[in-house]
């Protein structure tokens, strides 16, 4: 029990002077991105530039949901094949991701509401994603604890039910990409901060880290809530984006009573119960940019109001644990993915606000492909940042997320 | 979260009572000659300071009044107006 234990990635390397290709962020995206360069792409001359450790960021805090039934067009093929993509990560990685596709369960609470869950489900179908719209019988039958009486705050009308959804492992996805990609000879490199990116005519010439500078002709800012400030900062690219803290909990662990995922968007609650058999439970946002990760008693207080409402059977029970991270938050809720397009050699991958663990597997490919060729593979191609100034936002919200003055 | 907003009217207030207007871009551009690009800045983009910016806000549950202010967006707490802003 207390033997010596051996790192999981690599030993301990030098930094070099000068790599193939360098990541900064060894979050979620960044790993995912570095572990398919390798993987598909024969680039392992990589290094990953950590500031804090792997998993520091929003990849070792989210509640770990993962689905495919997003709004619109472009976004659903993208997180179908990061859904699809988790059995053939566990099995390529040899490492349990623990994937729990217990389904996912969105609940209606208005005739709206079930109007516009008939308009996702059939984008859903469409696109081959599994979903269905469900009356409050049957999602009650699915997930007992549901109370559908008519006198609550927001009374159950239905649910989309989107069955091959769930839940993965967040820590193992951490763990298991940067297993998988330095296996191939990736280097990750924490407690590294990068603090300024050199260019030359245009193009990607080094970085420059606490410790000391790096030459490299291909750069990724993959910082997740960190990468629109370190953007504008190193390279002065302005992004759409508001960052804001975003807040978890979770209660006492109990005995097998939830084998779904139920979200609620009129509750602005959603729980599912973990395999340790705690209830996991967010997620809610202040409404105001800032870089802490505090927490507020507000929020457990809403929650508590929330969960015992709509799942009487948790009336009573303890909170454990509450934490926060950063949410990059864009206009229209989809990624910003692009490249190579105002600085050569120059890419970034950020933008996911609160969906970027379930999308890690598919953008690290697909933007791996992009470094690799130079050119925005068709799947992303429509995510990059002048869809703004050309008026062609996505649509994964019905109403655009402004923190401006215009609303 | 723990934040407190000073309102020109009202004086410092409990930060929920308020709702932020996003980050100061300055007067809304001209009409004539403006391009995509420039609209696009003025409606979107942010700087997305790890420090202190100069931002918007009504007192929603109050006066109704918009102003700004200088915030640290690090530490999550109203500062005074930058020697450099005065
Ligand atoms: C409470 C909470 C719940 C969530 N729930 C879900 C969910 O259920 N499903 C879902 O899909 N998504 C969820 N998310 C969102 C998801 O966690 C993020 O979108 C995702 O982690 C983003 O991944 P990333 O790799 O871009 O960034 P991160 O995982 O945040 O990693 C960024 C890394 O960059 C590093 N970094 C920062 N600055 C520097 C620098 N200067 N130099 C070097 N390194 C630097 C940081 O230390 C960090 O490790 C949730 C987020 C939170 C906070
Ligand atoms: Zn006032």
Same mark, same amino acid.
């Given at each position: 029990?207390?033997?010596?234990?051996?790192?999981?990635?690599?030993?301990?390397?030098?930094?070099?002077?000068?790599?193939?290709?360098?990541?900064?962020?060894?979050?979620?995206?960044?790993?995912?991105?570095?572990?398919?360069?390798?993987?598909?792409?024969?680039?392992?001359?990589?290094?990953?530039?950590?500031?804090?450790?792997?998993?520091?960021?929003?990849?070792?805090?989210?509640?770990?949901?993962?689905?495919?039934?997003?709004?619109?067009?472009?976004?659903?093929?993208?997180?179908?094949?990061?859904?699809?993509?988790?059995?053939?990560?566990?099995?390529?990685?040899?490492?349990?991701?623990?994937?729990?596709?217990?389904?996912?369960?969105?609940?209606?609470?208005?005739?709206?509401?079930?109007?516009?869950?008939?308009?996702?489900?059939?984008?859903?179908?469409?696109?081959?994603?599994?979903?269905?719209?469900?009356?409050?019988?049957?999602?009650?039958?699915?997930?007992?604890?549901?109370?559908?009486?008519?006198?609550?705050?927001?009374?159950?009308?239905?649910?989309?039910?989107?069955?091959?959804?769930?839940?993965?492992?967040?820590?193992?996805?951490?763990?298991?990409?940067?297993?998988?990609?330095?296996?191939?000879?990736?280097?990750?490199?924490?407690?590294?901060?990068?603090?300024?990116?050199?260019?030359?005519?245009?193009?990607?010439?080094?970085?420059?880290?606490?410790?000391?500078?790096?030459?490299?002709?291909?750069?990724?800012?993959?910082?997740?809530?960190?990468?629109?400030?370190?953007?504008?900062?190193?390279?002065?690219?302005?992004?759409?984006?508001?960052?804001?803290?975003?807040?978890?909990?979770?209660?006492?662990?109990?005995?097998?009573?939830?084998?779904?995922?139920?979200?609620?968007?009129?509750?602005?609650?959603?729980?599912?119960?973990?395999?340790?058999?705690?209830?996991?439970?967010?997620?809610?946002?202040?409404?105001?940019?800032?870089?802490?990760?505090?927490?507020?008693?507000?929020?457990?207080?809403?929650?508590?109001?929330?969960?015992?409402?709509?799942?009487?059977?948790?009336?009573?029970?303890?909170?454990? !644990?509450?934490?926060?991270?950063?949410?990059?938050?864009?206009?229209?809720?989809?990624?910003?993915?692009?490249?190579?397009?105002?600085?050569?050699?120059?890419?970034?991958?950020?933008?996911?606000?609160?969906?970027?663990?379930?999308?890690?597997?598919?953008?690290?490919?697909?933007?791996?492909?992009?470094?690799?060729?130079?050119?925005?593979?068709?799947?992303?191609?429509?995510?990059?940042?002048? !869809?703004?100034?050309?008026?062609?936002?996505?649509?994964?919200?019905?109403?655009?997320?402004?923190?401006?003055?215009?609303? | 979260?723990?934040? =407190?907003? =000073?309102? %020109?009217?009202?004086?410092?207030?409990?930060?929920?009572?308020?709702?932020?207007?996003?980050?100061?871009?300055? %007067?809304? %551009?001209?009409?004539?000659?403006?391009? %995509?690009?420039?609209?696009?800045?003025?409606?979107?983009?942010?700087?997305?300071?790890?420090?202190?910016?100069?931002?918007?806000?009504?007192?929603?549950?109050?006066?109704?009044?918009?102003? =700004?202010?200088?915030?640290? =967006?690090?530490?999550?707490?109203?500062?005074?107006?930058?020697?450099?802003?005065?």
């Amino acid at each position: 029990m207390f033997g010596k234990y051996k790192p999981m990635w690599g030993e301990k390397t030098q930094l070099k002077s000068s790599y193939d290709a360098v990541i900064i962020g060894g979050g979620l995206h960044g790993l995912a991105t570095a572990y398919y360069l390798a993987k598909d792409h024969g680039i392992t001359d990589v290094a990953i530039i950590e500031k804090n450790y792997i998993g520091f960021g929003g990849a070792g805090r989210n509640t770990a949901i993962v689905r495919a039934n997003q709004r619109t067009q472009y976004n659903v093929p993208l997180y179908k094949e990061a859904l699809d993509l988790w059995p053939i990560l566990t099995k390529e990685l040899d490492y349990n991701l623990m994937f729990n596709n217990c389904g996912n369960l969105n609940l209606m609470h208005s005739e709206a509401a079930m109007k516009a869950a008939r308009m996702t489900i059939a984008t859903a179908q469409f696109h081959g994603v599994e979903s269905h719209l469900i009356d409050a019988k049957e999602a009650k039958e699915l997930v007992p604890a549901l109370n559908i009486s008519e006198d609550i705050t927001y009374p159950i009308h239905g649910a989309m039910f989107h069955p091959p959804g769930g839940i993965v492992r967040h820590d193992a996805v951490v763990w298991g990409l940067a297993r998988g990609a330095s296996k191939f000879g990736v280097e990750i490199h924490q407690q590294t901060e990068a603090t300024a990116v050199n260019t030359r005519n245009g193009k990607i010439v080094s970085i420059e880290t606490n410790r000391g500078t790096i030459n490299t002709n291909k750069l990724l800012i993959s910082a997740g809530g960190y990468s629109a400030a370190l953007i504008y900062g190193m390279v002065g690219i302005k992004l759409p984006i508001s960052v804001l803290t975003i807040q978890a909990m979770v209660t006492q662990p109990l005995k097998p009573l939830l084998d779904h995922v139920v979200s609620s968007g009129a509750y602005h609650c959603y729980a599912n119960q973990t395999l340790k058999g705690e209830i996991a439970t967010g997620a809610h946002m202040d409404q105001w940019p800032n870089y802490t990760t505090q927490t507020t008693a507000h929020y457990i207080k809403h929650q508590g109001e929330a969960l015992s409402e709509f799942m009487p059977c948790l009336r009573g029970l303890r909170f454990m !644990r509450i934490w926060a991270g950063l949410a990059d938050m864009t206009p229209d809720m989809a990624p910003i993915l692009d490249g190579n397009d105002h600085i050569e050699g120059f890419y970034f991958n950020c933008g996911w606000g609160y969906f970027g663990f379930k999308s890690c597997s598919a953008s690290g490919k697909y933007m791996a492909e992009f470094m690799a060729k130079g050119q925005a593979p068709d799947m992303i191609k429509p995510f990059n940042l002048r !869809r703004y100034e050309q008026h062609k936002l996505m649509g994964e919200t019905a109403e655009l997320v402004t923190y401006t003055p215009n609303n | 979260m723990s934040l =407190t907003i =000073t309102c %020109p009217i009202c004086g410092k207030r409990n930060g929920y009572e308020f709702r932020f207007g996003g980050e100061d871009k300055g %007067p809304r %551009p001209d009409e004539d000659s403006l391009t %995509p690009q420039r609209w696009c800045e003025y409606v979107h983009l942010n700087e997305c300071v790890a420090g202190v910016q100069k931002e918007w806000w009504v007192h929603k549950d109050g006066c109704g009044s918009w102003f =700004t202010i200088h915030r640290d =967006t690090v530490m999550n707490v109203e500062v005074a107006k930058p020697e450099a802003d005065r």
